[in-house]
C-alpha cells in the first residue's frame, strides 16, 4: 500500500511540475505572434487597452522591436485605459521615446492615470471626439511619488514638445493654470480642449481619418497581437492573482513540511510558485537568477525535512534563498515584504484550518497518507518503551532532534530534548512516548543542560 501511495504521489509531482514548466516558462518561439515576413513600411498598431501592467509592458516592447525590424512607416498606439501600475507606465513611455520609428497616439476613448504618460510620450496625439486625458495623480499622493511622476510627465511633454506646466497639472494638484485648472485640481482635458492648448495634433473620429492625416493611409496595417504567453502573464501578474499564487505556494509548502505523507498540497504548492514566477520571468520583474536561488532553497528545505531531520543550516539557508528570491522578484522591498507578509499570514491561517477542519472530511484519507499506526485489536498493541526510562545508551545516528539510538544492541527511535546530539555520543533515557523514546545527551557521567 505505501509502495503504491509513494508511486502515485511521485507521479502527481511530475505531472504537475510538467504543467507548471509548460505553463509557466514560455518556449522560446511563444514569443513570435506576429507572422513571418510583414510587409516594410507597414503601419503597426499597438492595442494599449485595459489596465497598464508589466505584461503589457512586454507587449510593448515586443510589438515596438518587431515594427522596428519589420521596417514600419509608423506605430500607432491606441490607447483605451484608466491607468494602472506607474512602473509599467514608464517602462511603456521608455520604450516609446526610444522607438526608432516614427509614433503615434489615438485615444479612442480615455488615457487617464498611467495611460495619459503613455498617450505624451508619442511624437504626435490624436483623440477622438469625446475622449479624455489626464486625471494622473498618483495614489497613494505622498510628496515622494507626487514630485517623481511629476517629474516624469514634465520631462516626456518636453521631449515631445509640449507644455510641461499642463502635464505637471494632470499629476500635482498644487500646480495651476489659468484659463484650466485652478489649484487644488487635478486637470483632465477633452479631446477639443488638448487641442486648443496644443496637446493633441487633432481630432479624429476613426484610425483611417488619423492615418489619412498623417499621410500613411495607403500602408498596408498590421495589428500587433498579445501571445498566449503575454496574456497569461499579464493575468498571473496581477496584484491580486500574485498575491493568491504566493499565498497557495506558501500554503502547499507549509503543508507539506508539517505533514509527512500529504503528497498534493506540496505540489500544487510548488505548481504556484512555477507559475508565480512564470508570469515574472515573462513580464520583466525576475530573471532566470531568481528561479535558480528559489530551486536551491526549495532543495534545502527539502533536505532538511526528508534527509536530515531538524531545522539546522540547510534549513535556514533554504529558507533564506527562498524568501531572497521572492523579494528580488518584486523589485522593491517595501512591496515584497507588505506581499509577502499578507502570503504569510494567510497561508498559516489556510494551513491551520485545512489540518483543523479537513482531517474530518472524506477526502483527508484519500490524499494523506496515515503514518500513525493504531491496533485495531489486543493481538497488535503499541510497544511499552516505560521499561528504557534510565537507561543509558549511544546515539546511531544524529539527533537532529530526531534520529536513531542503540541500547543494549536494540535500536530504537529516539528524539533528544536538549538539542542535536552528534552520533556516537551517550544519551540516557529520560522519557517514553507512544513510538519512541525522548533522551537526552551524557557529558563525563552527566547529564548535560
Avoid: C
Wanted: proline letters at 4%; glycine letters at 12%; aromatic letters at 8%.
Amino acid at each position: 500500500m505505501k509502495d503504491r501511495w509513494d508511486l502515485g504521489r511521485w507521479a502527481a509531482w511530475i505531472v504537475l511540475l510538467a504543467f507548471a514548466g509548460a505553463t509557466a516558462f514560455p518556449l522560446p518561439w511563444a514569443a513570435a505572434a506576429q507572422p513571418a515576413g510583414q510587409p516594410a513600411g507597414a503601419v503597426w498598431v499597438v492595442p494599449v487597452q485595459g489596465g497598464i501592467d508589466l505584461g503589457l509592458a512586454a507587449f510593448v516592447q515586443r510589438s515596438v522591436r518587431e515594427a522596428t525590424e519589420a521596417g514600419a512607416a509608423l506605430i500607432l498606439l491606441e490607447v483605451n485605459t484608466f491607468g494602472g501600475r506607474v512602473d509599467a507606465a514608464t517602462e511603456i513611455r521608455d520604450h516609446i521615446l526610444n522607438a526608432e520609428v516614427p509614433t503615434a497616439a489615438f485615444v479612442s476613448e480615455r488615457a487617464w492615470s498611467a495611460g495619459a504618460l503613455i498617450a505624451l510620450a508619442a511624437e504626435t496625439l490624436w483623440m477622438k471626439p469625446g475622449a479624455s486625458m489626464g486625471a494622473a495623480e498618483p495614489v497613494p499622493a505622498s510628496e515622494k511619488t507626487v514630485s517623481a511622476l511629476r517629474a516624469e510627465f514634465e520631462a516626456t511633454a518636453e521631449r515631445r514638445g509640449r507644455d510641461p506646466v499642463i502635464a505637471a497639472a494632470m499629476v500635482d494638484a498644487q500646480v495651476e493654470v489659468e484659463g484650466l485648472v485652478n489649484k487644488g485640481e487635478i486637470l483632465t482635458l477633452t479631446a477639443n480642449r488638448a487641442q486648443e492648448v496644443g496637446y493633441a495634433d487633432g481630432v479624429a473620429a476613426t484610425r483611417d481619418e488619423v492615418l489619412s492625416a498623417l499621410g500613411v493611409s495607403d500602408r498596408p496595417v498590421v495589428v500587433s497581437q498579445l501571445n498566449w504567453a503575454e496574456n497569461v502573464s499579464r493575468f498571473l501578474s496581477d496584484a491580486t492573482i500574485s498575491q493568491l499564487l504566493l499565498t497557495i505556494g506558501l500554503m502547499g509548502l507549509i503543508a507539506e513540511a508539517t505533514s509527512p505523507g500529504l503528497g498534493v498540497p506540496g505540489a500544487l504548492g510548488v505548481l504556484a510558485l512555477a507559475l508565480f514566477y512564470g508570469a515574472r520571468l515573462v513580464v520583466g520583474l525576475a530573471g532566470w537568477e531568481h528561479v535558480l536561488i528559489l530551486v536551491l532553497g526549495l532543495i534545502l528545505i527539502a533536505l532538511e525535512i526528508f534527509v536530515i531531520p531538524g531545522f539546522g543550516i540547510a534549513g535556514i539557508l533554504g529558507l533564506a534563498a527562498v524568501i531572497g528570491s521572492l523579494v528580488a522578484s518584486f523589485g522593491g522591498w517595501q512591496e515584497a515584504l507588505r506581499s509577502l507578509g499578507i502570503a504569510l499570514v494567510l497561508a498559516l491561517a489556510g494551513a491551520s484550518i485545512f489540518w483543523r477542519y479537513g482531517r474530518r472530511s472524506g477526502w483527508w484519507g484519500r490524499v494523506v497518507l496515515r503514518a500513525r499506526l493504531e491496533p485495531k485489536d489486543e493481538d497488535l498493541p503499541l510497544r511499552d518503551f516505560t521499561g528504557y526510562v534510565g537507561k543509558e545508551g549511544v546515539a546511531v545516528t544524529t539527533l537532529r532532534p530526531f534520529g536513531t539510538i542503540e541500547i543494549d544492541g536494540e535500536r530504537i527511535d529516539a528524539v533528544s530534548e536538549g538539542g542535536y546530539v552528534d552520533a556516537g555520543r551517550p544519551v540516557i533515557v529520560r522519557r517514553a512516548e507512544s513510538s519512541r523514546v525522548v533522551v537526552r545527551e551524557r557529558e563525563g557521567g552527566k547529564e548535560s543542560g
